[in-house]
T-cell receptor, first 112, second 111 residues
Framework: DAGVIQSPRHEVTEMGQEVTLRCKPI?????LFWYRQTMMRGLELLIY????????DSGMPEDRFSAKMPNASFSTLKIQPSEPRDSAVYFC??????????FGQGTRLTVV | LAKTTQPISMDSYEGQEVNITCSHN???????ITWYQQFPSQGPRFIIQ???TKVTNEVASLFIPADRKSSTLSLPRVSLSDTAVYYC????????????FGTGTRLTIIP
């Protein structure tokens, strides 16, 4: 398996624009997590899914953020409209029960 | 979910054995202890997981005492490439739960 695949690797966008981040989890994994990492706030859990169902989205900062998992092999995190304070590295991770989480390479988002 | 406490930072010289201890006083019967390693500009990487006593793999060893209220990650003969942030997490074997990372331990290896 190629591991967790995220796209794009880098995204630069202007304030107010819509941003969509994509994630393909490891085949067979039943949990998917979206994280955001900044120097100031560390690694924050935004939302996680189990069997494609959102279980806890309490970490989603505002209504501007939304996430979907239409099937077991794909998830998106959308920010609309984007703001400069959304600039961060966004990670997607997947896991199977208690066997540890595996992370993608991340998407570095810069909102100018 | 059990809260974990670990040192914010540690320094060590190359070739030394490094031990990072994590406290998890409220660990539940069904919880496992998992350690992750994160290099700059990369996502965290799973390195080792254990339930009790000792677990060893090609990267590290994990020591867990009988009361399971703490655990120690041991890195043998560290090199400069072991400089990273190390996170200790407690995970339920039921799965289906949020994985929350703390601040981790920033390990710096000195030549």
């Amino acid at each position: 398996d190629a591991g967790v695949i995220q796209s794009p690797r880098h995204e630069v966008t202007e304030m107010g624009q819509e941003v969509t981040l994509r994630c393909k989890p490891i085949s067979g994994h039943n949990s998917l997590f979206w994280y955001r990492q900044t120097m100031m706030r560390g690694l924050e859990l935004l939302i996680y899914f189990n069997n494609n169902v959102p279980i806890d989205d309490s970490g989603m900062p505002e209504d501007r953020f939304s996430a979907k998992m239409p099937n077991a092999s794909f998830s998106t995190l959308k920010i609309q409209p984007s703001e400069p304070r959304d600039s961060a590295v966004y990670f997607c991770a997947s896991s199977l029960r208690d066997r540890g989480a595996f992370f993608g390479q991340g998407t570095r988002l810069t909102v100018v | 979910l059990a809260k974990t406490t670990q040192p914010i930072s540690m320094d060590s010289y190359e070739g030394q054995e490094v031990n990072i201890t994590c406290s998890h006083n409220n660990i539940a019967t069904n919880d496992y202890i998992t350690w992750y390693q994160q290099f700059p500009s990369q996502g965290p990487r799973f390195i080792i997981q254990g339930y009790k006593t000792k677990v060893t793999n090609e990267v590290a060893s994990l020591f867990i005492p009988a009361d399971r209220k703490s655990s120690t990650l041991s890195l043998p003969r560290v090199s400069l490439s072991d400089t990273a942030v190390y996170y200790c997490l407690v995970e339920s074997n039921f799965g289906n739960e949020k994985l929350t990372f703390g601040t981790g331990t920033r390990l710096t290896i000195i030549p």
